[in-house]
């Protein structure tokens, strides 16, 4: 009797059961133990916006950031998002926050969202504005120390809720914290 061999999977083929993805995926598993490759880090969170929230955020970003050998950034990158999930529980308490990190070609983004929508009012818009950036001074320094960029994308007609987000490249998260006086 022929004995039935399987053939395995290359590691070009994709995993999927849509018929439809046709492109090659590359796995590079880690070893046990090992962390997780840079490039993969990519995570999302929703919190309320409570606050215990800020302490929440920091323990996933710090773990995330271990687990995937990007320690370097942790203390530039666990006070950017404590200011942005602080931030965003001061303007929507008790709604629910969204907050994101991403590694790309050298830069971390760390992104929040908050539900507080527009206001028809220009005046009371500005005056948001200004709260919002008044309130994330520690922000900007901690961004401008790392040589990064940050911004605000005020609620439109259109759109609800605010965005805030920072980027910090990793030769600046390197020296952050480091500078000589």
């Known amino acids: 009797m022929p004995m039935h061999t399987s053939t395995p999977l290359t ?4 995993l999927t059961l849509c018929p439809l993805i046709t492109q090659d995926v590359v796995r590079h598993p880690a070893p046990d133990g090992a962390p997780a490759p840079r490039a993969r880090l990519a995570y999302s969170f929703t919190v309320p916006g409570e606050p215990r929230s800020p302490a929440v955020a920091r323990h996933t970003v710090r773990n995330a950031l ?25 303007f929507a308490p008790g709604q629910d926050l969204y907050y994101s990190l991403r590694w790309r070609e050298g830069i971390l983004r760390l992104t929040t969202w908050d539900p507080h929508s527009s206001h028809t009012d220009p005046t009371h818009a500005a005056h948001c504005t200004s709260s919002r950036k008044r309130l994330l001074l520690l922000l900007a320094c901690v961004v401008r120390e790392c040589h990064g ?3 605000i994308t005020d609620p439109t007609p259109t759109t609800e809720g605010t965005k805030v987000w920072a980027t910090l490249p990793e030769t600046g998260a390197k020296t952050y914290g480091k500078r000589r006086c």
């Open 149 to 151: 960029t940050w911004g």
């Open 11 to 14: 590691p070009v083929e994709p």
């Open 66 to 90: 271990y687990g995937h050998d990007l320690a370097v950034f942790v203390d530039p990158a666990l006070q950017v998002i404590t200011e942005l999930v602080t931030c965003g529980a001061l």
